[in-house]
């Protein structure tokens, strides 16, 4: 790879972090990290981001959007697929019976999975309609805010 594409895309990158850190969630970098805060108790929601265009187009903005509601998570947290490779790879284990997918969505309830939003349910789809889906899984895992 030349050095105009590795800079153009540590930028696409890091503007993914941003964005999704500016909504209020937590970044998970190490292993360490991910074992501490999927362990928790409450109710955790898991953004798996990545830098295709579903995740900067729908996946964050609903990340986002869908905080505006009367039920939320207790922890808002993210893991970063190709780019946090082993905090990533560990994240993905909480998520039994789901294939890897990004951007994705997980909620867990002390530790445990309870839904998925996976990529098929992202792609093609208007932000909105994700929102939707995360308010939904909000309404039947999370308290009151």
Not at 22 to 41: I, Q
Not at 75 to 104: C, I
């Amino acid at each position: 790879m030349n050095m105009d594409f590795n800079l153009f895309m540590n930028d696409v990158v890091n503007q993914a972090r941003k964005e999704i850190v500016a909504a209020g969630y937590t970044e998970l970098k190490t292993t360490d990290e991910v074992e501490e805060a999927l362990n928790k108790k409450g109710t955790t929601l898991v953004m798996v981001n990545s830098v295709c265009g579903c995740a900067g187009g729908i996946a964050r903005p609903a990340a986002a959007h869908s905080l505006h509601y009367d039920k939320r998570p207790d922890h808002l947290v993210t893991v970063f697929a190709g780019q946090d490779k082993e905090a990533t790879a560990l994240a993905r284990n909480y998520f039994t019976g789901y294939p890897p997918s990004s951007p994705s969505f997980a909620i867990l309830k002390d530790g445990k999975l309870c839904t998925m939003i996976e990529r098929h349910e992202i792609e093609g789809h208007e932000p909105m309609a994700v929102i939707q889906k995360l308010q939904n899984a909000f309404e039947q895992y999370c308290q009151d805010i």
